[in-house]
């Protein structure tokens, strides 16, 4: 036998033998022997509370009750199948989503970049204030390296897109090159070969992922000679399957995906010259042990001043140092939109609580004659404190369990749709840090709606409940009011996070608003880098010849009604002839587009004063859009108006534009100039081709033609300029996508809510209802009776959701686009719909109440 078993037979031996030593002494005064044992009873009390009271001295008491109540709970959970699956799957939902956007946020803002010594690695560049641009030249990153004494190590790199060919297989790799520093700041090491060192010339390494898909996972392939951008180079090295390049590359013009190989970024002795054609790169360091940013900062700016003071030309003269840890720098503006949905998927589970405590009051009053027996027979309120309490945490673990499930799937969802959204999204996972946010959440749950019934058991609703005998109860109109309650509040918070969809709703409606002669959806792009000997020298024609034969190729392909060629735009400022046109220094920053004649007529531009240029100018002259003309030269004229850009002889002014926005949605139009093609002769080309009917059917012919002109050199980032634009707003898609399928399941909980509610007051008013129709209560009567409550329960949530939506959208501002977080339009729209399927909610009760029989209620008790 156990030591419990003996223990469990010793208190019941115990309570026995007390009783009947009372026993006997009552019949020694002259009791008969039943008055004896009832009085002995009377005078020991609740012998099951006794043992009870005996049980909790014991140290592991509380687990076996645990375990008891847990078994009690899933007994309960299979008695009643249906409360079961609606309980844990609301649960699921709101444990799910919470879930799925915490491991994002555990991704990118908490996890650590997985380099040794994450803290230790720094971002260091020079902040171009007036064009919000930052980076570093070649002669800096050099000084800082051979001057400065706060870093372990310090890394200058690039991007760019290169050519590999192998054979007669060629295509478009994206190549860091970068100084062998970074092996040091990374911890890298070879899985295969080795990594590049100071003194290696015309090498690559390759990623895991490159060297599989190009290579097949041939190990032959190490002290293979291939041609990158027509130079012959050598793979030396394979870099580890799950290695990631996380150093930021905001320059427009680099790599177009994630890194895939790396080659030697020597910094020569020509590289340390200052001048106009200054190599420009970034920078990622790493302290050494025990120095803080602030000293490293400090170092660094003393040196930067030296610099500035030997070079006064005025170039460092709008420059602000930069030192922030990498992580940082690479999370930039998503810490604050991801901690914004965070915030918002806590409503969903809030709501689910609210929801799930709504569920177990109504289950609390289905069981009243239950725990009033218990009661009776000597369980405690904190017994069945506890026992709610384990019930709502078996309930939200079998909930949390399924969530995490959702989870997963909903992170390879956001993988798939939105891969380049969000620094480090592919790095998300179910981890140890999730599974414990998990867990914590889903108990806290537990313990929040788990309370709910506690507050439907009194002492003097249990004993009136045991008088009533077996009839049954309706429980409290108190009970009811609380339900009601929780619901206006379910509706409240819903209100807020459809507001907040509705918001950025709107802000996509007017980012992809354009003008009707602008149709993206049927303007096709390629894009071209022209590498290798053949094209370096911009002089010899070969990059010219090869644009116009690829414009001729694109041309000719069936279904292509024009086709044209621009180049990737420049930034800088203009001088103006004659009178300044801004203060010094304040000339507002002017995008350069070299584009082929056919250009306006391949994405529509319109003329709006002047002409059109040619391929073939008599003398530099250069088109301007409306934007750049309002700002330039307000209500002047700008035809004929001569100015001068990039050190080259002043063009004039032939013609003015329409404003359009073909690089971000999400922002105001630039001013632009537009410029013949030859006139920024360059080697990355555009091309453009406009039809009439489905683009993406043409694109591989137009691609298979461009590529026949010189196998070498084949297209890359083949898409439409629908597309393009899309991509350009990635981030603020992922944002509407997480906000708009937390405000579809935040109404959906809620409604199902309100539902619930009105369904259980009309079974509660049963008998109520069928006097009224008895009496002569017609049933439209009845129907509006019952639509009247429900709707004031959803007007009063309505209110108060528009009361807070009003202050929190607010901090959703910096999310929105030409839209003001309290746009009068939005709120009301949200408020209808909301309004609308409250009513519906509401109606279906409604109609069950007309339905009821006059005589089956009267005789409901």
């Not at 994630?258 to 790169?281: H, S």
């Not at 799937?409 to 749709?417: E, F, N, P, S, T």
């Not at 049927?522 to 116009?548: E, H, M, S």
């Not at 700008?638 to 013609?655: E, H, W």
Request: hydrophobic share 50%.
């Amino acid at each position: 036998m156990s030591l419990r078993r003996k223990m469990e037979d010793g208190i019941e031996r115990d309570i026995r033998d007390h009783i009947e030593i009372e026993t006997e002494e009552n019949i020694d005064r002259g009791m008969s022997p039943a008055d004896a044992r009832g009085a002995a009873l009377r005078k020991f009390g609740n012998a099951a509370l006794a043992a009870e009271d005996t049980r909790a001295v014991w140290r592991w008491m509380w687990l076996d009750r645990l375990a008891q109540d847990a078994r009690y709970a899933l007994r309960g959970l299979r008695r009643n199948p249906l409360f079961a699956a609606v309980a844990i799957l609301t649960l699921a939902l709101g444990i799910g989503l919470n879930t799925a956007v915490f491991s994002v946020v555990s991704a990118v803002l908490i996890k650590p970049l997985s380099y040794p010594g994450p803290n230790r690695i720094v971002w260091l560049a020079n902040l171009n204030r007036r064009f919000h641009f930052e980076a570093s030249s070649g002669p800096d990153f050099a000084d800082w390296r051979d001057q400065a004494t706060s870093f372990e190590a310090m890394a200058g790199y690039g991007t760019v897109d290169g050519t590999v060919e192998d054979g007669d297989q060629s295509a478009k790799h994206s190549f860091v090159f970068i100084t062998p520093e970074f092996w040091r700041i990374s911890g890298a090491h070879a899985a295969l070969g080795r990594l590049f060192t100071g003194s290696d010339r015309n090498v690559v390494v390759l990623t895991w992922r490159m060297f599989q898909q190009r290579f097949g996972g041939d190990r032959r392939a190490l002290g293979r000679v291939v041609l990158v951008d027509g130079r012959p180079t050598t793979i030396i090295g394979v870099l580890p399957d799950g290695f990631r390049f996380f150093p930021p590359t905001p320059m427009a013009g680099g790599m177009s995906g994630e890194a895939e190989a790396f080659t030697p970024n020597i910094i020569t002795t020509a590289l340390r010259t200052r001048g106009p054609a200054v190599m420009v790169m970034f920078v990622v360091a790493k302290l050494k042990p025990g120095v803080t940013i602030e000293q490293a900062r400090a170092e660094l700016q003393t040196i930067q001043s030296r610099i500035a003071r030997a070079n006064p030309q005025g170039f460092y003269r709008g420059l602000a140092l930069r030192v922030m840890p990498l992580q940082e720098r690479l999370v930039g503006e998503s810490r604050r939109a991801l901690l914004i949905m965070l915030a918002a998927v806590a409503f969903v589970l809030l709501i689910a609580c609210a929801n799930l405590g709504s569920l177990l009051l109504a289950r609390a009053t289905a069981r009243r004659r239950e725990i009033a027996i218990r009661a009776a027979i000597g369980a405690g309120r904190n017994r069945l404190l506890r026992q709610f309490l384990v019930e709502g945490l078996t309930l939200s673990l079998l909930g949390g369990a399924l969530g995490v499930g959702l989870a997963r799937a909903a992170d390879g969802l956001l993988i798939r749709l939105s891969p380049a959204s969000v620094p480090r999204l592919g790095e998300i996972a179910i981890d140890w840090r999730v599974l414990l946010f998990t867990l914590g959440i889903s108990s806290l749950a537990g313990l929040a709606f788990g309370l709910a019934p506690v507050l439907s058991v009194s002492a003097g609703t249990l004993h009136s409940v045991l008088k009533e005998g077996g009839r049954g109860s309706s429980g409290s109109a108190a009970g009811l009011a609380f339900r009601r309650i929780l619901v206006a509040a379910e509706l409240a918070m819903a209100l807020v996070l459809l507001a907040g969809a509705g918001l950025m709703v709107k802000s996509f409606a007017r980012m992809y608003a354009h003008p009707a002669w602008f149709q993206p959806e049927k303007i096709g792009l390629l894009k071209v880098f022209l590498a290798g000997p053949a094209y370096r020298d911009a002089q010899n024609g070969a990059t010219d010849a090869y644009a116009q034969r690829a414009l001729a190729a694109a041309g000719r392909v069936p279904g292509v009604e024009a086709a044209a060629l621009t180049q990737a735009a420049a930034t800088g400022v203009v001088e103006f002839e004659g009178t300044p046109r801004f203060p010094p220094g304040q000339a507002p920053q002017v995008i350069f587009r070299a584009a082929s004649a056919a250009y306006p007529q391949v994405i529509g531009l319109p003329l709006l004063k002047g002409r059109w240029t040619t391929d073939d100018e008599p003398a530099p002259a250069i088109m301007v859009n409306e934007t750049f003309a309002r700002l330039a030269f307000g209500r002047d004229n700008p035809l004929g108006q001569r100015v001068s850009y990039f050190n080259r002889p002043a063009a004039t002014i032939v013609g003015v534009v329409g404003d359009l926005k073909t690089s971000r949605l999400d922002a105001d139009p630039a001013p632009e100039f537009l410029v013949p093609y030859k006139e920024l002769a360059h080697r990355r080309i555009d091309i453009l081709f406009k039809t009439a009917g489905d683009v993406r059917a043409i694109l591989p012919e137009v691609r298979r033609a461009i590529q026949h002109i010189d196998p070498s050199q084949p297209p890359y980032g083949v898409t439409t300029m629908e597309d393009a634009l899309a991509e350009s707003i990635a981030p603020r898609r992922f944002n509407l996508l997480l906000l708009g399928t937390f405000a579809a399941a935040a109404v959906l909980l809620a409604l199902i809510g309100l539902y619930g509610v009105m369904a259980y007051a009309v079974e509660q008013r049963t008998h109520e209802i069928g006097v009224r129709m008895a009496l002569g209560a017609r049933r439209m009567e009845v129907v509006r009776m019952v639509m009247r409550q429900g709707m004031t329960v959803a007007l009063a949530g309505i209110v108060a959701g528009a009361a807070a939506a009003l202050g929190l959208t607010r901090l959703i501002s910096t999310l929105l686009f030409d839209v003001q977080p309290d746009d009068p339009w939005v709120f009301t729209a949200v408020a209808a719909i909301l309004l609308a399927t409250a009513l519906a909610a509401s109606g279906l009760p409604a109609l069950q109440a007309a339905r009821v029989d006059p005589l089956a209620a009267l005789r409901y008790e």
